[in-house]
């Protein structure tokens, strides 16, 4: 152009592309490239241009359209893969022409032609993140359809698109003929599906390995109360096939899949374990476990725990996450319950009363709700030792909340732990805190919450060397675990206890890592580094824990001194840190 301005304009923009094409061309060439130009020729090209669609190139698997209308470009998608499942409903699986499909209305660059940037960008990466035989849709295209169209639309939430600097919002639409099952209503909770793990070692022996090691991890799930999972006779279904996670997650109505391998070389043994998100097939967590055969049985153990341990929190951050995208106006109990879950993590009090409405307001929503109540109590639990209220204040609502939960749920190991927690320091039962421990850990083995929370009341009751392995197994099960600076407060504590006054610091500078708006963890840190003669540093920690918590005294600490004996060494940790008396 004479003034060497850029052409721009608003498009619809449609891309698409064959899914499994490398594998297709792989198995026949001629008959894929045959079977792809059939395709367009009776499909494709025939649609958009009925459409008023614009074909601006295409490539050896797929093509980049633009319309004037993002209506007309999900019209032409929704017709294209109607006709194309009804073409494939009588081809082999294997052999079937697929499209996947994405669609956004953007600013774009046009040259010679061609169109270019953001605008077609979002279309290429969305157009991903559909199934074959699906069309998703940006946020975008999906405020200029709505409403006019009948779809049924599933939130895929924000998403992080490769090369795109914002999040996009994305929808995903399955075309009403597409010949796949309808997706099953997910549970009121969160939902997992453990796919049977693939021996990459073709041993017999390993096949069974991997199948035990599936089968232990399916039962330690089902013991967290939070989590809805699928058992064994249906996930053992999809046992010798390649599949998709959303796939699963329509298919058995969950949103989340574990799948992992089992690979032996000689002695040597690997585990690898992936969680996904069904909803958009985004990885959520994994980890990889090296081991020796040496014995077999306990390597299997260890793995379970492990696995299980760390899947219920990566759950609950995703959920959280979730909950976060969701539209004021639509939140229900469950939904409240999950933001109130990180300002009540944040451990200060600007957040914990926020939790705390947020808390109410989901228990009022639903009076059966007992992780609700739990989260209640020990929101209130948490403000004894922050001095934001005292014992007598809060002392008689906190047991109401976690009586109440146990009454809807009797096994409910979380509400177990904190009514632990509870009853030791603020009731000063430690021999019933003890029990309600025993009780948390035996009704959830592979929960990091009541390991913690057995481990806290053995420090409350003065016997950190009982209390150590219970903390540390806390850490091995969920070293992740958005409440683990907490587990690590408990940690260095027990060191204070036992004059380990080095190992405190390194447990208390790890609290402090995790959270720095906890004023234990900076107060931890201080008394230990005062205790091992270090007064400059512990002078610096102790004047972050008083910004934190600016209203803290010795004196008032010991008014609620949680310890059995006082924990005399503590103290004396805070007057040589410089606390106030």
């Not at 619809?12 to 130009?37: H, I, W």
């Not at 559909?130 to 599933?154: H, T, W």
């Not at 796949?180 to 041993?203: H, W």
């Not at 099960?477 to 204070?496: C, E, R, Y």
Request: negative net charge.
């Amino acid at each position: 152009m004479a003034d060497g301005r850029v052409a721009r304009r608003l498009a619809a923009v449609l891309a698409a592309d064959v899914a499994g094409y490398s594998r297709l061309m792989g198995v026949d060439e001629e008959g894929t490239l045959a079977a792809l130009r059939a395709s367009r020729r009776q499909v494709i090209d025939p649609k958009i241009a009925e459409h008023r669609g614009r074909i601006v190139k295409t490539t050896g698997d797929g093509a980049l359209v633009e319309f004037v209308s993002a209506v007309d470009a999900m019209r032409c998608a929704m017709e294209i893969q109607r006709a194309m499942a009804e073409h494939n409903a009588h081809i082999p699986e294997d052999r079937r022409i697929e499209f996947r499909i994405g669609i956004n209305i953007g600013d774009v660059i046009v040259e010679e032609g061609d169109i270019y940037g953001d605008g077609v960008n979002i279309a290429a990466r969305v157009e991903a993140l559909a199934e074959p035989g699906a069309i998703c849709l940006s946020d975008a295209a999906y405020q200029q359809i709505r409403g006019k169209l009948a779809l049924e639309v599933n939130d895929m939430g924000e998403q992080q698109l490769k090369n795109i600097a914002q999040p996009v919002r994305v929808y995903g639409v399955l075309s009403d003929s597409a010949p796949a099952q309808p997706m099953l209503p997910l549970p009121d909770k969160p939902s997992i599906a453990v796919l049977p793990f693939t021996n990459m070692s073709r041993d017999p022996d390993q096949e069974y390995f991997a199948d035990g090691i599936v089968e232990d991890i399916i039962t330690a799930l089902s013991r967290f109360s939070s989590l809805f999972v699928i058992a064994r006779n249906s996930t053992f279904t999809y046992k010798g096939r390649a599949v998709d996670a959303k796939k699963v997650g329509r298919e058995l109505g969950v949103r989340y899949v574990l799948e992992g391998s089992v690979r032996r070389s000689g002695e040597r043994l690997r585990v690898t374990v992936q969680l996904i998100n069904a909803d958009s097939g985004a990885h959520i967590w994994a980890d990889t476990y090296n081991r020796t055969m040496a014995d077999l049985f306990d390597v299997q153990d260890d793995i379970t725990q492990r696995t299980a341990g760390a899947i219920e929190p990566s759950i609950k951050q995703a959920e959280i996450e979730r909950a976060r995208r969701k539209r004021p106006e639509k939140l229900e109990a469950y939904d409240l319950y999950l933001r109130a879950l990180p300002r009540l993590y944040s451990a200060n009090r600007e957040g914990n009363e926020e939790a705390y409405q947020l808390l109410k307001q989901s228990l009022t929503a639903d009076p059966n709700f007992a992780d609700a109540a739990t989260a209640l109590g020990t929101c209130l639990l948490w403000r004894i030792p922050n001095d934001w209220a005292t014992a007598a204040e809060v002392g008689a609502e906190l047991t109401r909340y976690f009586q109440q939960a146990l009454q809807l749920d009797k096994e409910n190991s979380d509400a177990l732990a904190w009514s632990a927690r509870a009853a030791a320091p603020i009731e000063r039962k430690y021999s019933e805190a003890m029990i309600l421990a025993e009780r948390a850990v035996a009704a959830n083995p592979n929960s990091a919450v009541a390991w913690t929370n057995r481990g806290w009341v053995c420090v409350f009751a003065e016997e950190p060397a009982a209390a150590l392995p219970h903390l540390e197994r806390a850490i091995r099960l969920s070293p992740l675990d958005p409440f683990a600076w907490d587990t690590w407060v408990g940690i260095a504590i027990a060191h204070v206890q036992l004059g380990g006054d080095e190992e405190a610091i390194a447990a208390a500078r790890r609290a402090v890592n995790q959270n720095r708006h906890h004023a234990w963890a900076h107060r931890v840190l201080a008394i230990s580094l005062a205790l091992a003669g270090k007064r400059e540093e512990a002078a610096a920690a102790m004047k972050e824990a008083m910004e934190v918590d600016p209203t803290f005294s010795i004196s008032g600490f010991q008014k609620w001194n949680p310890f059995i004996h006082g924990n005399k060494r503590y103290v004396e940790g805070m007057r040589l840190a410089g606390f106030p008396v």
